[in-house]
């Protein structure tokens, strides 16, 4: 039985102020560990959004995490740095750093192995475009950028590594995918893996849906057999609503 798991991406929302009180919102709404619990704070708000969370039953994240262990690489984070912030996670691909700047599926390939390898849990986002899913590439799409944002990926990591299903149409656009589609993808991506890793990883990998996650939409959506939780934006940024949706997913 894989356990849920419910994360809130903040983007780059957030004041220091506000980003320790939303922190210490969220950690009084989540009172146990029924649901792994954890939040993404932009960057710079990664070590007191932390101290905030210490002893809490709610993780911290990062946005984003450099494959090189050290470098010169301006306004790039190492997996160490990211670790020693407080992070236990580090969402890798999302769309709007593989489309909107372009990460190319190599680099994505190299921070899955890098964090995974550091000890973080890596929350790889895969995802399709509407013109994709119109055309019927959905699964061409998916199947691509599973095989080569995993490529080479050693059986040992794979226990540190979370897939997030976040089609592209459906981020900040309140557009969510219905329950049916969701799940008929989750069930292509964990056949896929199962492909790369075995049938037995594939059952025990999460995969987390994300687009427009909200309050009235979450329970429907997680009931899905193959949908393991979700990555939430917006609706993360208020602490009763992202609470309402850990709630959803007991
Ligand atoms: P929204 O929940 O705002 O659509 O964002 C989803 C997302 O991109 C989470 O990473």
């Known amino acids: 039985m894989r356990k849920k798991f419910i994360a809130g991406n903040w983007k780059m929302y957030t004041?220091?102020?506000?980003?320790?009180?939303?922190?210490?919102?969220?950690?009084?709404?989540v009172t146990d560990d029924a649901v792994t619990v954890a939040v993404c704070p932009p960057t710079c708000w990664l070590v007191p959004v932390a101290e905030v969370l210490k002893?809490?039953?709610?993780?911290?994240?990062?946005?984003?995490?450099?494959?090189a262990a050290e470098g010169a690489y301006t306004g790039d984070?190492?997996?160490?740095?990211?670790?020693?912030?407080?992070?236990?996670?580090?969402?890798?691909?999302?769309?709007?750093?593989?489309?909107?700047?372009?990460?190319?599926?190599?680099?994505?390939?190299?921070?899955?192995?890098?964090?995974?390898?550091?000890?973080?849990?890596?929350?790889?986002?895969?995802?399709?475009l509407l013109a994709e899913r119109?055309?019927?590439?959905?699964?061409?799409?998916?199947?691509?950028?599973?095989?080569?944002?995993?490529?080479?990926?050693?059986?040992?990591?794979?226990?540190?590594?979370?897939?997030?299903?976040?089609?592209?149409?459906?981020?900040?656009?309140?557009?969510?995918?219905?329950?049916?589609?969701?799940?008929?993808?989750?069930?292509?991506?964990?056949k896929t893996f199962g492909k790369l890793f075995g049938a037995e990883a594939a059952s025990k990998l999460v995969i987390q849906y994300g687009g427009s996650v909200k309050p009235d939409n979450?329970?429907?959506i997680m009931k899905q057999p193959d949908v393991d939780g979700a990555l939430v934006g917006g609706a993360s940024l208020k602490a009763d609503s992202f609470v309402k949706i850990v709630q959803a997913a007991r």
């Not at 004041?15 to 709404?29: E, F, N, R």
């Not at 002893?55 to 494959?67: F, I, M, R």
Request: aromatic residues 6%; negative net charge.
């Open 15 to 29: 004041t220091l102020a506000g980003a320790k009180s939303l922190a210490l919102g969220v950690a009084q709404g």
């Open 55 to 67: 002893g809490s039953h709610v993780g911290v994240g990062a946005q984003n995490v450099h494959y």
């Open 77 to 128: 984070l190492s997996p160490a740095m990211i670790l020693e912030s407080g992070c236990q996670y580090a969402i890798i691909g999302h769309s709007e750093r593989r489309h909107g700047l372009a990460e190319p599926d190599l680099f994505l390939n190299r921070k899955v192995k890098a964090a995974t390898a550091a000890g973080l849990t890596a929350i790889f986002c895969v995802g399709e």
């Open 134 to 190: 119109e055309a019927k590439q959905t699964e061409a799409v998916l199947e691509f950028q599973l095989a080569a944002g995993l490529a080479g990926l050693e059986a040992g990591a794979l226990g540190k590594l979370v897939v997030a299903y976040e089609p592209v149409w459906a981020i900040g656009t309140g557009k969510v995918a219905t329950p049916e589609q969701a799940q008929e993808t989750h069930g292509f991506i964990r």
């Open 218 to 220: 979450a329970a429907e």
